[in-house]
């Protein structure tokens, strides 16, 4: 979509409005000084107000359904690289070798650890290495068990977390 060349606005193309000065000055962020934002009418106003970055990406972004495990997920404190690669644990979103084998890749489809096939269960809970990574966590944190289900282990951290 061409912001001066469509004919988004009922009047025509914004570039027939504009004198040869105009043209060669016209950038992006100069049109949206003034926008203001409604969710009375599915429609955008112009209007008084300066343009406020945080308030177009909440009028704009999709909104799911809140999560319990999305606040202790993003809270300040973690490194937004591991929750990224949390946020996939959780949505069982993780390229793992099933995964890629079912995506029509052909790659070896077991453990590089243990050589038990590599799913997500697997690679985070069943596998013999992982499950000693787990020991030891949970040891730390004054847990003496070893992990559970990935299901049961999710719900168990959601519920301690308040979430």
């Known amino acids: ?14 570039w027939d409005y504009l004198d040869a000065g105009e043209r060669a000055s016209l950038q992006v962020r100069d049109c949206f000084v003034n926008l203001v934002f409604s969710r009375e009418n599915d429609q955008w106003r112009w209007g008084a107000g ?14 799911g359904a809140a999560v319990g495990w999305g606040r ?20 069982n979103r993780l390229s793992t070798k099933d995964r890629l084998c079912r995506w029509g ?14 799913s997500h269960d697997h690679l985070f809970f069943e596998c013999p290495y992982a499950a ?32």
């Open 1 to 14: 979509m061409s912001f001066c060349h469509d004919p988004w606005c009922v009047l025509g193309p914004v």
């Open 72 to 91: 202790w997920l993003w809270s300040c404190y973690g490194i937004p690289k591991y929750a990224f690669i949390v946020l996939l644990l959780l949505q």
């Open 50 to 63: 300066d343009f406020v970055q945080s308030q177009l990406w909440e009028e704009v972004r999709s909104k």
């Open 132 to 163: 000693q990574v787990w020991r030891l966590i949970l040891q730390r944190l004054g847990e003496y068990r070893g992990a559970i289900a990935w299901a049961q282990e999710r719900l168990l951290v959601e519920s301690t977390m308040g979430g």
């Open 105 to 118: 890749m052909e790659v070896d489809p077991h453990c590089v650890l243990c050589g038990d096939l590599e």
